[in-house]
Each structure stands twice: as C-alpha cells, then as structure tokens.
C-alpha cells in the first residue's frame, strides 16, 4: 500500500505562498500527474512529498502515517528530476544497480532486478557502455531505470521529459505507463504538457497560483471543467469561451453572445442550472472539436474566419465577430476560406456554462 494525503497543505518562501493551501488525496497504485503553469506550485508539492522541502503547515501522510517530519532518505520515495543525476563514470549496468547495491542486496537479486529494468526501458542494447558516452535521450531513460530498479512503493517523477526530443518523449510516455503498471507503484507525475498528463494518468490534478484546481480523469477535466481556468488551459486549443447574457424567451433559455448572436435553445438541465445558480452574465463554453457547420437560417451563432491554420489534414479555423473570438477544429476543412462567414451550432450536450463573475461552472440540475 503507498496512499498519499496531502492534508491543508501551505506553504510559504519568506513573504510568498507557494503553495497556498492544497487538500490531495493520492490512491495506491495510482498515476496522478500534477499538471499546472510555470509557477503554479507543482514542484514545491512534489519536494514536499519527497521531504525535500518541509511545509510551513499542513501533513503528509503515507498510507495514513504522517511522514511530514521523515527525512527524505526515510521516506522510500524514488524521484526523478527534469536533469538527470546519473553517475558518469558508471556503466549504464552498474548505474542500475547502484541503490540494489547500497541496499546489500545479493547479487543474483540486484542482477535479475537490472534485467527486468534493462528490458523495460530498452537499455539492454547500453548495459556495458560508459553512461558518459549516453544521448540525452538514453541518459534520462537511464535515470528512470535507476530510480526504477529499487522499486519504490512511491515514485516521483518532475518534468523527466521536458529535456528530450518530441518523438522520445512520445515513446517514454507509453514506456512509463507500462512501467508503472509493470511494478505497481503510486506515481506522482509533475509537468506542464497537458499531453503527457491526459495520456498517462489514472487521474489529473490541475493547479494555479499554488492552489488545487480541479481533480479527476483526464476526461472527466476536459470534459467537464470546474471553472474557465481548467477549461481553457486543457485542450490545445482550450474551451472557447465566449462572453454572452442568459436571456428567456417563452419560458426557454438561451445564450445572446453579442455580435456573434444567440444560441440555440439550452437543454432543460442545463437550463435549470442557470435558473438555480440564477446566472444572468456567463461565458458560453464550448470546445473547438465541438463546433459544427449549421444550416442557413437555423438557430446558431455567426462568425467570420480570420485564419486558417492547417495542421496536415486537420485545419483550425480562427473565428471573429464583433468583440468576441473562438476556433474550431476539425478535419476537410480544405474549402473554407478566409474572410468567409459561418454558421455555427455546437454538438448536442457539449454547451458548458461558467458564472461570469466568479469563473465557476454552471452545473445541471
Ligand atoms: N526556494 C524557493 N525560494 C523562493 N521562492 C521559491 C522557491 N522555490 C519555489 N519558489 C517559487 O514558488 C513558486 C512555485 O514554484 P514551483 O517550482 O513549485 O512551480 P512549478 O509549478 O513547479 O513551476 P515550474 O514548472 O516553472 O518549476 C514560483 O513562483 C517559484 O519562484
């Protein structure tokens, strides 16, 4: 068993908050990823677990021990880092074996755990060479595996791709995954790449300015975002929010966004979420996936293509009306043209509201 909790966790570098308070449980067995900006207090969390840095309140416990006052060598964590620490004059084989080693382990043991870690992470072609003599690439896969090979119950790994090459870092993502499922362990996952997160993990946590965002399956955040943060910031491109008035109409809701026109008729649950929030000013969320071509003089909110930008068969048109902006996405798009204007109505049941004011989302009811 190795279950983290993060419980009101704060904390503070002299005048400024970190961390500002962060409740985070993390389940055995499980691939969390913490995914946030720069700055937003993801490596400061995972130093906190790791006890590399000590939290100015709140507890950390391990399967409900609290191990906020552990030293770090007590803790049992591995942890990998945006910068491999790999031992140079090793050979890739004795690297692996190095925390086998110092844990006295017999020798048949620490050569059958090599193997597996070898096989694993596809280092068995390097077992013998000079880590010195190692790509980038090979280096942090090898900083992996040495963390890898002890086999911690819990194993932190901060940005370990964000140095390696686009097509690598596609193969360690799927490497890791099996990885992980292969030993079993938690592993807590910090990066800034929604794609590594939304690929890998069991579940995402979403953070900004040191506080918890958002919790739940990577479909679960993209899908139903808590509030327009996580709804922009997941999806390349994010939700499109587009600022709009709730406005009744013979006892049916819909959305006037301005210049870009009126939605169709929101769906009853939808609808009596707004009256229940009583949201008046909100932003009219919908993702760029989600956005289709509606017919000429149906319900549906006209804008005009600004730019078209192709990404081999897949084309995002950038779109404008008056003060109001949005993208879609999507697939033979190759007639459209610029300065064109569409029609457009979202897919049935993919309308996300927030609360203008606040940012939060508008739940059904
Ligand atoms: N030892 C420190 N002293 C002072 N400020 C710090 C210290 N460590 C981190 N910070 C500040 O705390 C904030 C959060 O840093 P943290 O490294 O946790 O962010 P992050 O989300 O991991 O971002 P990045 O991906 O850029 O590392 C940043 O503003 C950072 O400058």
Redesign the pocket.
Known sequence: MAAIHLENLV?H??G?S??KQMDLEIRDKEFMA?L????????????IIAGM?SPSSGRVLFDGVDVSQTPMGKRGVGFVFQNYAIFTHMTVRQNLAYGLKMRRLPKAEIDKAVAKVAQLLQLEPYLDRPAAKLSVNILQRLAIGRSAAVNPSIFLL??PLSNVDAAFRAVMRTELKHLQREFGQTMVY?T?DQLEAMTMADRIAV?DH?LLQQVGSPLDVYNNPCNTFVARFLGAPGMNLIAGAVVEENGKLSVDCGPAGRSGTLAAPLAAGVRKAGAKDVHFGIRPEDLEFAAEGGAGLVMQVVFVERIGPRAILHLTAGDRNAKIVAENLAAVKTGERLRLSPRAGRIRLFDAGSGRAILEA
Do not use: Q, R, W
């Open positions: 904390k570098f002299g400024f970190a961390i913490l946030g900006p720069s700055g937003c207090g993801k490596s400061t969390t995972m130093n840095e901060d940005e910090v800034h953070m040191g």
